[in-house]
Nanobody, 125 residues
Framework: VQLQASGGGLVQAGGSLRLSCPAP????????MAWFRQPPGKEREFVAAINWSGSSPDYADSVKGRSTISRDSATNTVYLQMDRLRPEDTAVYYC???????????????????WGQGTQVTVSS
């Protein structure tokens, strides 16, 4: 199933962006959803993950305290609010869903079964 992340753009350091990724349909209603990113020339890395109830999300140390992952259960949309952005946050951001898991938050991209097309985030200094 195709997911589509949106909300990226060009922002100055210190600014904010809110990414969103709708995952419509009952298939995604009780799943773990996550955000990953791939900086230029680097491998894809974990950013944040949230379970189906939205409790106790997990964050990479690099974004903890500056980013908030959330989900709207009515629309099965996952969001990533990013504040105090830094140039090192520049990357293509991807949303991902683990269709076979509703609770355990994995940081390993291989655990996720569905991926969205990425959205570019560029932070200028």
């Amino acid at each position: 199933v195709q997911l589509q992340a949106s909300g990226g753009g060009l922002v100055q350091a210190g600014g904010s962006l809110r990414l969103s990724c709708p995952a419509p349909g009952r298939t995604f209603s009780r799943t773990v959803m996550a955000w990953f990113r791939q900086p230029p020339g680097k491998e894809r890395e974990f950013v944040a993950a949230i379970n189906w109830s939205g409790s106790s999300p997990d964050y990479a140390d690099s974004v903890k305290g500056r980013s908030t992952i959330s989900r709207d259960s009515a629309t099965n949309t996952v969001y990533l609010q990013m504040d105090r952005l830094r140039p090192e946050d520049t990357a293509v951001y991807y949303c991902a869903v683990d269709l076979f898991n509703s609770g355990t938050l994995y940081r390993d991209a291989r655990k996720y079964t569905s991926w969205g097309q990425g959205t570019q985030v560029t932070v200028s200094s």
